[in-house]
């Protein structure tokens, strides 16, 4: 049971780690995601606050 | 994983219970612009004890305007490269209260002084730690750090000893014997203040609560900083390897997982298609690990974090090398500068039990004066 758990583990960790997979995507897409949520609490509003909007 | 262990940790929480018997000893050299808590310090300014090195005619009329303005000043005359710890111990002479908070001239708290030496006094310990974290958080590099700090402070839970030089509270009697036992070498030298608390047996605890310093507000400046930081981690993990060995968690990840594997890392970024497969996955986990360990201090900057991370772990340790090798080369001896005056076997100095307060005193004065003379003489 522990072998196969470490081997899926390791298909999988494979799989993320491989350029172009769809896991491999996926991680980017999240990544891009939270920079997206980032800027918009963090960038916009200093943006909006430097421009002098309310 | 030491983060998550946090919660578990024991730190001393501030009680109801306050005391006046306390003197913040402030050290200040090279420049008077570094005493930035002036406004901060006058609400305790009959506890405050300006520690002054006067080695020009600035640092003198500064001396002379902080008497003028009420300050209590001990002006110590220390020649060549000063360090905190070697102002602190000239000025402990000075210090007739049972505990001294050592604060930086840029740092300040909330929290009232004399409730933290309460709960101190309370827990009967001899040297704390206490959380620093970043005052002013505008800038992209202030931002950063900001996060920085408070994750790393939640690493002092089950690791007190690591004490941070813009402040620490101490029992008189034990940061006298602690610092005349010191190096007074700047790299590493608040850290090597709880190494050399640990070396002799002394109870070494983390405080909960806050104090605020500067962080650098730019790139430049956060950059000088950093490289004194970790030539003083590269002084932990090789020059005082023999030390750092009684931590062995620490001694694993600074010597191995942060110096060691550096070349690795590098190793690794090489290969471009390789490193553009691992490293989204990589990042995503390291950001995942950041926000769940520090869940109590989480940040939105907690996502850009892992970035500033990474430039850190694959710049800075050369650049600390480098500049304690060329503070080595400067000083011009064979034998590797800022070793610890400590020895490997742990020594029993319990200043509260075996010696009585002033015979301890008594003690590290007269250590205090040997070294003075020295010092005169040199």
């Known amino acids: 049971m522990a072998l196969r758990a470490g081997f899926a583990a390791a298909s999988l960790l494979g799989v993320v780690t491989t350029f172009g997979t769809t896991l491999w995507s996926a991680s980017v897409g999240v990544l891009v995601a939270l920079f997206g949520a980032f800027a918009a609490g963090e960038i916009l509003p200093r943006r909006r606050t430097s421009r002098g909007d309310s | 994983m030491q983060n998550i262990a946090s919660r578990w940790g024991r730190v001393i929480s501030l009680g109801e219970a306050t005391t006046d018997d306390y003197t913040l000893v402030v050290p200040i050299f090279g420049d008077p612009r570094y005493f930035r808590n002036g406004e901060y310090l006058r609400q305790y300014r009959g506890n405050v ?227 553009a497969a691992i490293l989204p996955f990589v990042i995503l986990l390291y950001t995942g690990v950041c926000f769940c360990s520090n869940w109590s201090v989480r940040s939105r900057w907690m996502i850009v974090y892992p970035y500033y991370a990474l430039f850190q772990a694959l710049v800075l340790p050369p650049a600390g090398a480098a500049y304690y090798l060329w503070l080595w080369f400067r000083r011009g001896t064979l034998r590797p500068p800022g070793r610890y005056r400590i020895g490997f076997r742990r020594a029993w100095l319990d200043s509260k039990k075996r010696l009585p307060h002033q015979r301890a005193s008594a003690y590290a004065d007269l250590d205090a004066d040997r070294w003075a003379a020295d010092r005169a003489v040199r």
Not at chain 2, 70 to 93: K, M, N, Q, Y
Not at chain 2, 220 to 228: I, L
Request: hydrophobic share 45%.
């Open chain 2, 49 to 275: 004890l300006l520690a002054v090195n006067v080695d020009s005619p600035k640092m003198r009329r500064f001396v002379e305007e902080l008497r003028t303005d009420g300050w209590r000043v001990h002006a110590s005359r220390l020649t060549g490269r000063v360090s905190c710890p070697e102002i602190v111990f000239d000025a402990l002479r000075n210090v007739s209260t049972a505990y001294v908070i050592r604060i930086d001239g840029d740092t300040v708290a909330r929290e009232d002084p004399g409730r933290v030496v309460a709960a101190v006094r309370e827990a009967d310990a001899d040297l704390c730690s206490v959380k620093v974290t970043v005052s002013r958080r505008e800038t992209l590099i202030e931002k950063l750090q900001a996060v920085e700090y408070d994750m790393s402070m939640l690493g002092r839970h089950n690791r007190p000893w690591m004490t941070s030089g813009a402040c620490m509270i101490a029992r008189t009697t034990s940061l006298r014997q602690i610092l005349a036992a010191h190096s007074f070498w700047f790299p590493g030298e608040d850290i090597e203040t709880g190494v050399i608390a640990r070396h002799f047996k002394l109870a070494v605890r983390h405080v909960d609560v806050r104090f605020y310093t500067d962080a650098p507000e730019t790139f430049r400046a956060w950059f000088r900083q950093r490289k004194m930081w970790w030539s003083g981690s590269f002084r932990m993990a090789f020059v005082n390897a023999d030390q750092t060995l009684r931590f062995p968690l620490t001694f694993v990840y600074t010597a191995c997982v942060v110096w060691l594997l550096w070349i690795a890392k590098w190793r690794e970024l090489v290969d471009v298609r390789h490193i």
